[in-house]
């Protein structure tokens, strides 16, 4: 059976969409109404390219929410169960967010670009209605919209070389997360050290959709003499890395404290936030795991267990080339049951594995392969033989 999805006017498409059909697009999803690129056709390719090398991804569908205004800030603290602190201009945050019964429903970057003006760079779901609701029933003086803003992501080991020889050595001053208003051959960007990978990377928000063709020949020709080449957000490194996906890794009643974020949450905070009475009664013990599997693909939403025992359940899983494993997310239902425990799952065939649960991420996160320390490149792969 073969069948196609149509483009439609209710879908939208990314200033760099006739770019990425160019440069040989075979998948895309529909994320915040917009297609975006998942694959270019060899999935292994893009991983290797990810990890070893340098990938360019139009990751314009995490489109902004624009926050201005007088009570901008109050609004955004209330937003996030986060203690965002000092929050200074030029900064990012990564900002769970969540409703009053505690649940997970985006965990946006968040960007102070002038003292009243505010991004959230959202994941997949309608976050402007959200914010637009809580704003207006709370009576905070704001005004919200989706601003003319497109993330470009240039990802990987090299992805620093590529970036400085587009806009210069200044770049390398960039903390990670920290962004800044500036230009591209009179193309207006913000330049964020960012992305959704721990394999190092920047990311250009666009903020002009008239210029996407010539943005994306920009970076393009700047990555050749490093061996640039078209990717997309990477199923199988992110969940090495243990980067959330939402609605992949969550449902809509997952709290943050199951999906793994209990670092980005203050309770203790003075003022109020949406959700705090609900996440300080939450059931804090299930928890998410790494899991490898011996010789085969876990099937995601079956159930884990140890004997008779159903123990916890799979979330994301795939096939990890580099580790020569199956890798998945698990989320576990006694945070007791920690790394080193074997247990067993069904696999994508049916039959049952062995498998092992491991900590996140599953990089060592001193190690080479994690946040763009890569200072050699990884020749060979590194066989799980646990
Ligand atoms: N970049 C931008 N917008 C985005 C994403 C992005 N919007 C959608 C989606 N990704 C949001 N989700 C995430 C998830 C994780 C991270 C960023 C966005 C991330 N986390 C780091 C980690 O978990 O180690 C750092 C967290 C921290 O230390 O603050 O980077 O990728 N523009």
Request: hydrophobic share 35%; with cysteine; charged share 25%.
């Amino acid at each position: 059976m073969a069948f196609n999805i149509a483009i439609g006017p209710r879908e939208r498409k990314s200033p760099f969409y006739d770019c990425t059909v160019e440069d040989g697009v075979t998948h895309f999803t529909v994320y915040n109404h917009m297609y975006m690129p998942v694959s270019y056709g060899d999935p292994e390719a893009e991983y290797r390219r990810l990890i070893q090398g340098v990938a360019m991804w139009d990751v314009a569908a995490e489109r902004q929410v624009e926050i201005t205004g007088p009570d901008a800030e109050r609004l955004i603290r209330y937003l996030t169960p986060r203690d965002l602190k000092d929050l200074p201009i030029g900064k990012g945050y990564y900002v769970p967010i969540c409703d009053h019964q505690g649940n997970l429903i985006n965990d946006p970057v968040l960007l102070r670009i002038e003292d009243q003006r505010f991004w959230l760079s959202i994941a997949d779901a309608d976050v402007l209605l959200w914010v637009r609701g809580v704003a207006f029933e709370g009576g905070f003086d704001v005004t919200t919209c989706e601003p003319d803003v497109s993330p470009l992501a240039v990802q990987g080991p090299k992805a620093r070389d590529v970036i400085i020889s587009l806009f210069g050595e200044w770049i390398t001053e960039l903390k990670n997360f920290w962004f800044r208003e500036t230009e591209l051959d009179g193309v207006p960007v913000v330049l964020q050290r960012s992305g959704w990978s721990k394999q190092g990377g920047y990311e250009l928000y666009l903020c002009d959709s008239e210029r996407g063709t010539e943005l994306w020949n920009k970076v393009k020709a700047a990555g050749q003499p490093f061996g640039i080449g078209p990717g997309a957000p990477n199923y199988i490194e992110r969940l090495e890395s243990s980067l959330l996906s939402i609605g992949a890794d969550t449902l809509w009643d997952s709290d943050p404290f199951e999906a793994g974020l209990d670092k980005m949450l203050d309770l203790d905070r003075d003022d109020d936030f949406i959700g705090k009475a609900a996440l300080e009664k939450a059931d804090k013990r299930s928890r998410t795991f790494g899991m490898r599997v011996r010789g085969g693909i876990a099937e995601r939403g079956r159930t884990i267990s140890i004997g008779d025992d159903i123990v916890g359940r799979v979330c994301s899983s795939t096939w990890s080339p580099y580790q020569e494993c199956g890798v998945a997310l698990v989320r576990m239902d006694d945070p007791e049951m920690g790394p080193s425990t074997e247990v067993k799952v069904t696999g994508t065939d049916g039959k049952t594995y062995s498998a092992k649960l491991c900590s996140l991420p599953m990089y060592d996160p001193e190690g080479a392969i994690v946040r763009g320390k890569n200072t050699t490149i990884p020749k060979s792969p590194e066989p799980w033989t646990g």
